[in-house]
């Protein structure tokens, strides 16, 4: 029992690349989450799905898209990679810590750094 | 949505108590208080989450008042792999369906030392 694999744990890409992380649980949670994390800052959600084929944008989705083909697996590309997007990402599947839905924990991966040059 | 407080940064001497504050003074009534700690150069991890009942497990204690307005994570001996940001975290309601979803701010980084 893996909890949420996140691949590869680092990439370099030129301005104008395009790559896809890559991120996958085997705890066969519904939610899966994409969050960045700057220098000194928290963590942004970018996107989430709540289902396998339903995603949604959260709080900085701009120059990102995702795919959850199945409910293992949440993607995140970057079509056209920009210095900005210079970060470190974080997949997190959602986990109940409890009975009833007000109340669940997240499983985080051990993230990607990610520098565009 | 209710937002937390943290002081940036706190530290500590190996083998003693250590409890990181936190206020959330707009905290809801059915909102839960959630601790992740990150290490370095890891993803978040889960430390513990309550109510209105102080909590405790083998990681830490969580100690609730009874206003709900602040809380403090106790951890009962530091050691230095205790070295690390600790978040204290509500739900947000404007993303993450209809679950809501956590938000990590910048946290309190704790500092161990032997």
């Known amino acids: 029992n893996a909890g949420v694999t996140q691949t590869p744990k680092f990439q370099v890409l030129k301005t104008g690349q395009s790559m896809t992380l890559q991120c996958a649980q085997d705890m066969n949670h519904n939610s899966m989450y994409w969050y960045r994390q700057d220098p000194g800052m928290g963590l942004r959600l970018i996107y989430y799905s709540a289902s396998e084929g339903t995603t949604d944008k959260g709080e900085v989705p701009n120059g990102y898209n995702v795919s959850r083909l199945n409910k293992r697996e949440f993607s995140l590309r970057l079509e056209s990679a920009a210095p900005s997007q210079t970060s470190v990402y974080f997949c997190?599947?959602?986990?109940?810590?409890?009975?009833?839905?007000?109340?669940?924990?997240?499983?985080f991966g051990s993230g990607t750094r990610l520098t565009v040059v | 949505d209710a937002k937390t407080t943290q002081p940036n940064s706190m530290e500590s001497n190996e083998e003693e108590p250590v409890h990181l504050p936190c206020n959330h003074s707009t905290i809801s009534g059915t909102d839960y208080i959630h601790w992740y700690r990150q290490l370095p150069s890891q993803g978040p991890e889960y430390v513990i989450h309550?109510?209105?009942s102080n909590v405790n497990n083998r990681m830490a204690s969580l100690a609730i008042a009874e206003d709900r307005k602040s809380s403090t994570l106790i951890l009962h001996r530091a050691t230095l792999r205790d070295a690390a940001v600790y978040y204290c975290i509500l739900r947000d309601r404007n993303y993450g369906g209809s679950q809501g979803n956590l938000i990590f701010g910048k946290g309190t980084k704790l500092s161990v030392k032997p």
């Open positions: 309550g109510l209105t």
């Open positions: 997190a599947s959602r986990v109940p810590l409890s009975a009833g839905l007000v109340n669940y924990g997240y499983t």
